[in-house]
């Protein structure tokens, strides 16, 4: 069992890991590079019309930085992988189907516990806005995303209109709480530009966590029904 998770978790974390990466080098590193233009004071250079693709120009391709951070990526997806398919392993068990196409259904529920509950919020950030104290947003957080988590198995295997309740209470709590804010709202970035980037953030994180799942269902269903090795003689 453990061959098989640490398996299947390496596979589909691998595998979306890189086309997370990818489309993040795309797509939401140039809006972060215009961000940083802004924020440095260096747009002035450019002039007044200077566009994402100018901005992606002056940042380019670093081997190095954006290497490593595909390597990164890939890393991180997998140990999401691997809790995703702990938590796939324990409903195979209780006679959930787990399959790609299932597997797709995780992956959703996993992108709505990790990035949509706590975005909702507490949206993505481009360098140089106001924002609040970093520790006090990472506890909110934290918080956000478990009852998030927890709220999706409601949904999913709970039975009944209390679990769904239930579920209903723990997405809206954070919210009805409040994410940490700023005190005062600034900063040199147009608003233009934090739109798109969230808007980004989001597609790729939701295009990511789909794959992850899709991966990860296919991948284990592949291993499970993979023949045990005959004994040796």
Do not use: C
């Not at 890189?18 to 233009?37: C, D, N, R, T, Y």
């Not at 890939?74 to 399959?99: D, F, K, N, P, T």
């Not at 993505?124 to 927890?150: C, H, K, N, S």
Request: aromatic share 12%.
């Amino acid at each position: 069992m453990i061959t098989r998770l640490l398996t299947s978790a390496l596979f589909a974390g691998a595998a979306s890991g890189l086309i997370a990466a990818l489309l993040q080098l795309w797509f939401v590193q140039p809006v972060l590079l215009h961000a940083e233009l802004y924020e440095s004071g260096a747009l002035l250079h450019f002039g007044a019309d200077s566009n994402i693709a100018a901005a992606q120009d002056v940042g380019g391709f670093d081997l190095v930085r954006d290497g490593l951070s595909i390597v990164f990526t890939m890393l991180i997806y997998s140990a999401y992988a691997m809790v995703m398919l702990a938590a796939m392993a324990l409903a195979e068990e209780r006679g959930a189907q787990i399959s790609a196409r299932t597997g797709l259904i995780w992956g959703l529920a996993g992108f709505v516990a990790v990035h949509f509950a706590p975005g909702f919020s507490l949206a993505p950030e481009v360098p140089g806005v106001a924002a609040a104290d970093v520790v006090l947003r990472q506890i909110w957080w934290f918080a956000t995303v478990g009852m998030a988590a927890v709220a999706m198995a409601l949904i999913g295997f709970g039975k009944g209109w209390m679990a769904w309740a239930g579920a209903a209470a723990l997405l809206l709590a954070p919210h009805v709480y409040g994410a940490p804010e700023p005190e005062v709202f600034t900063g040199p970035v147009p608003t233009e530009i934090g739109a798109l980037f969230a808007a980004r953030a989001f597609g790729v994180g939701m295009a990511a966590w789909a794959l992850l799942g899709a991966f990860s269902g296919y991948f284990w269903s592949r291993q499970i029904g993979a023949p045990a090795p005959a004994p040796s003689t």
